[in-house]
């Protein structure tokens, strides 16, 4: 075996995936904080599906202290996985005012905390509306991911093509 390849299986073996995934998802949270935060404020919130994939990118190489591939399709499944947390939680919050204001208007006869609306939130799904509007979020935030993404892929695919070659 020649000497560059050992020192690619080092490389390779040297990845700690479970601190890459950790890394990929802290830094993901950023991006869906922020689509949290702009969606309260009624802003294009699914442009932040971009800065989730570019924080799990980061995340993963600052953890891992490398680069790869695997990297990163790891790291667009943990902006994917944060993508769905924001969603829902938007959705948990917004079941969290209706019912407030609900309490307020006489029309439910207890308040919900926000840890109930979490729990209960997925219920809400079962209304075509809120269905409708929940996947067209998740729509136009997965355009912005795919977006987002094409740059990290052709970056690893092309790393990965370097480190085949030799």
């Not at 294009?44 to 202290?65: N, P, W």
């Not at 840890?115 to 997965?142: I, R, S, W």
């Amino acid at each position: 075996m020649s000497e560059i390849a050992e020192t690619i299986e080092e490389r390779e073996r040297g990845e700690n995936i479970g601190l890459g995934i950790l890394g990929a998802l802290l830094f993901a949270l950023i991006g869906g904080g922020l689509w949290v935060l702009f969606f309260r404020w009624n802003l294009f919130h699914e442009i932040c599906a971009v800065a989730c994939v570019t924080g799990a990118v980061i995340g993963y190489r600052l953890f891992t202290k490398s680069r790869s591939l695997k990297g990163v399709l790891i790291s667009m499944a943990a902006a994917i996985i944060v993508m769905l947390i924001a969603s829902y939680t938007n959705l948990s919050i917004d079941v969290f005012f209706a019912y407030r204001t609900w309490f307020e208007n006489g029309q439910v006869d207890h308040r919900l905390s926000f840890f109930q609306a979490v729990a209960g939130a997925y219920q809400f799904l079962v209304e075509p509306e809120v269905m409708t509007y929940c996947l067209k979020e998740l729509g136009y935030g997965m355009l912005f991911w795919a977006v987002g993404s094409v740059v990290f892929i052709a970056d690893g695919i092309k790393y990965y093509r370097e480190q085949k070659e030799y």
